[in-house]
């Protein structure tokens, strides 16, 4: 394998040479549920020109996997680092388990400053590479079927270009896809890569183009101020032609994810209920055209147009965003406003607790709508401690796993552990754990 040298500098003297692949060491453990495969840069035209790993949750006891949702990172060698635990992802494992699909992350060994083409455009090598990581996978898992069964794609910056591009090339596999903060160019793209062309069967695919308002689209100077021309030619271009796409800014962002995942996670959960097949290997269903909604343009950037019925809209559908449910349109409204959206079921209650001296572990799974804040401890029914002690996330609702720009958990994971220091030795106690959601509802 070709070595990119990076050096790392302390008062501006070359302390130590780092490889690509030191840079990009993997310490996330890969063992069952989870499955990893690697594969290294190739030289050749058109295969892809960097190293990458794909890593694979299965949800226990499914006999056989519906699809596989795919968190795609982006550009830079944060983000691409960041996918290393996006299939550890609680929150996101919850979706995929409600639809019996596996969670796949990839994580591209891009250099610091290389050309983020090189893998973001599907076309440059990282389409066939995702592919034979499906069959790979499929073998390693016991899950043959991961081979033919739908993907639900998820981006981020260059991951939204790379979403998009699949949903370009491959749209009778797309079930659904969300792209944060980036889009392939299409005709009228201000981008100078080269464009896609929007084939028909692209139409069908549910399309969110999902941005922080501080990426061009009420605020418009700044770092990212042109992302949303990018986007809005890649929306415009598949709504004129009547495709099932809407468009959600995030009013407290920028190109971080901030606190998309609390619409994108429920928009996904609507559009696999209607999109996955009954049976496995079946066709993709159609979406029908009743129960969905839609958002006049005018006036859509800052929430001040109301969602309506799609069956009674009077309106020029290219001037119109779509929604897929009616719930989805009452969601969109609030994220609109202030990202807040509305859960009123609790989380799941954690299971498997275990003591061993004064040390306790635990299970839980995240919240589909409101994912996962943190736990209550409590001893001999009194509250003993709150993990974490002090919830921090600089991007958004502090959430029990941390999070990253590029809406991943950070790493190290955090393990779902507390000693009890306070514990009398020789006494017995009892203790219990409550799960507590980011919408600050309590489990059992």
Known sequence: MTRFPLIACIAGF?????????????????????????????????????????TLWVPEGVRELRGVVVHQHGCG?????????????????ALARKHRCALLSPAFEQPEKADCQLWCDPRNGSSSAFLKALSDLGRASGHPELERVPWALWGHSGGGHWAGGMVLLHPQRVAAAWLRSGAPAVAGSPQKSAVYEVRPESLQVPVMCNLGTREGVTVKDGRFGGVWGGVEAFFKAFRSKGALIGVSADPLTSHECGNQRYLAIPWMDACLSLRLPETVGGPLRTVPGSGAWVVPLKGWETGAAAPEPAAGYAGAVEESLWLPTAGMAK?????MKDTAVPDSTPPPAPT??????????????ADLESGLAGFIIERDGVLLAKLPEQPKNPFGRPIFQNLSYSDTPTQPLVPMRYV?????????????????????????
Do not use: M
Not at 331 to 335: L, M, P, V
């Open 77 to 93: 060698e944060g983000s691409c680092k960041s996918g290393q635990t996006g299939a550890h992802d609680l929150h996101w494992q």
């Open 420 to 444: 009890d220091a306070a514990a009398v030795s020789g006494k017995s106690h009892q203790y219990r754990v409550i799960s507590v959601n980011t919408a600050g509802l309590q489990s059992r």
């Open 14 to 54: 070359p302390t130590f040479v780092l490889s690509a692949a030191d840079v990009y060491q993997n310490t996330v453990p890969a063992e069952p549920p989870y499955y990893r495969v690697r594969y290294e840069k190739s030289e050749k035209t058109g295969e892809l020109a960097y190293p990458v790993s794909y």
């Open 331 to 335: 969601a969109w409204s609030q994220y």
């Open 352 to 365: 498997g607790l275990k003591v061993e001296g004064n040390v306790l572990t635990w299970n839980a799974e």
